[in-house]
């Protein structure tokens, strides 16, 4: 083979290995949205519009490198058989062309082009996401991002929680949108919940922000996007998009302070003179610290430590004796609390609902 073919050869082998690649990506990017069992990540299957704005650029743009890839490959198939070496051919080069004023323009102008109608496309996207009216009944939320879980505060209505996200799904007809701030309070953390909208960076001391507006309810999921530290990993989003009534009932539930009895419990004795409450907030109690998660309607989360663990009292106890065994690196510190307080602190926290 001689260095030329050799060349050649390997050329069509990357192609191959793109045409692979791009065509297992373009065929879910083709499929009709039907109404399947859709993944609660599958980026192609958006029900938000700023989602829905970011699912149609991509095919665009699929389409238009699909059509490059195409004309790039028929030719460069089609160069390699018509100008193979043939049994009996006396082995010089075809004739070679240099310097074609023609041909330069062209591969110079039109991928400049191509590049600039991209840009311009996606150059649309962003600014229609992040110019979008904010109306006047949007659900406004402040979404911090800590090492390795999310505060989720509703300045208006009174609620504070922790990496699980209600909003209310929102009729085309009459839109309820939910606005988040983006925050952070270490370091560079990014929101992403793929069939809700597009990546937005949490980046200390530069608010940003995004909305959705889910036509949908359910429960959609996502991760922290931008790699912040050891449990980056377990930095879990779940986003509950409820019906309006529902949502309503939800708020309420949550603006209220923590039921408390009238005696106060040995649990709740041993979370306050323990540094949990250096941490950790429970509305109407002693405790009002905010490095951690508010505990206050702990029990009304499906999960916790972000997504890493379901609430269960098993876990709650296993959380509380030693974080790191549920999330290494987490920023709890293992309490070292003994046996009988480790079971009355977690009956403490089961009675926050
Ligand atoms: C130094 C601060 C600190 C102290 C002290 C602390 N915690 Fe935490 N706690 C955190 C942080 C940070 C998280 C979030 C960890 C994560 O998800 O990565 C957390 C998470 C939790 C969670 C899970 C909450 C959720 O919704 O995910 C519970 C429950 C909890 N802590 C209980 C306690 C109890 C009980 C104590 C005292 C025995 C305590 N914590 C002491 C910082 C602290
Ligand atoms: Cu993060």
């Known amino acids: 083979m001689s260095g030329r073919r050799k060349v050649a050869f390997a050329v069509v082998h990357i ?12 065929v879910p990017a083709f499929a009709e949205p039907a109404r399947a069992p859709w993944s609660p990540t599958n980026i192609f299957a958006p029900v938000s519009t700023p989602a829905e704005w970011i699912f149609d650029l991509s095919r665009f743009v699929l389409t238009v490198t699909a059509a490059i890839f195409a004309v790039v490959f028929s030719l460069l198939v089609y160069a390699v058989v018509k100008f193979r070496q043939r049994r009996g051919s006396n082995g010089r080069e075809p004739a070679q062309v240099y310097g074609s004023t023609q041909v330069e323009l062209a591969w110079t102008v039109i991928p400049i082009l191509i590049v600039l109608v991209l840009f311009l496309a996606a150059a649309r996207v962003i600014a229609s996401i992040q110019n979008a009216a904010r109306p006047s009944n949007a659900i406004e939320v402040t979404v911090i991002g800590h ?26 007809a009459h839109p309820t949108p939910t606005f988040l701030t983006l925050l952070s309070a270490d370091t560079d953390h990014s929101f992403w919940v793929p069939r809700l909208a597009g990546k937005t960076d949490l980046i200390p001391n530069h608010p940003n922000s995004t909305w959705m507006d889910p036509r949908e309810t359910g429960l959609y999921l996502g991760q922290c996007a931008q790699y912040c530290g050891t ?77 890493a663990a379901l609430n269960t009292p098993d876990n709650l106890r296993r959380w509380v004796k030693d974080p790191s065994v549920i999330k290494p690196g987490s920023k709890m510190p293992a309490m070292g ?11 403490y926290l089961e009675s926050l609902r």
């Open 337 to 347: 609390l003994s046996d009988p307080d480790l079971n009355a602190v977690t009956t």
């Open 147 to 172: 090492q390795f879980w999310w505060e989720y505060r509703y300045p208006s209505l009174k609620v504070v929680t922790a990496n699980e996200l209600h909003i209310p799904v929102s009729d085309p």
């Open 15 to 26: 192609h191959v290995l793109i045409a692979l690649v791009l065509g297992g990506a373009a």
């Open 231 to 307: 449990q980056h990993a377990k930095m879990l989003l779940r986003v509950y998009v409820q019906m309006p009534d529902e949502f309503d009932r939800w708020i309420q539930e949550q603006s209220r302070p923590a039921q408390i009895s009238d005696t106060i419990s040995e649990g709740q004795k041993i979370f306050e003179r323990t540094a949990c409450i250096n941490c950790h907030a429970v509305r109407g109690t002693a405790a009002n610290g905010r490095f951690g998660p508010d505990l206050t309607h702990l029990m009304s989360r499906d999960t916790i430590a972000s997504g």
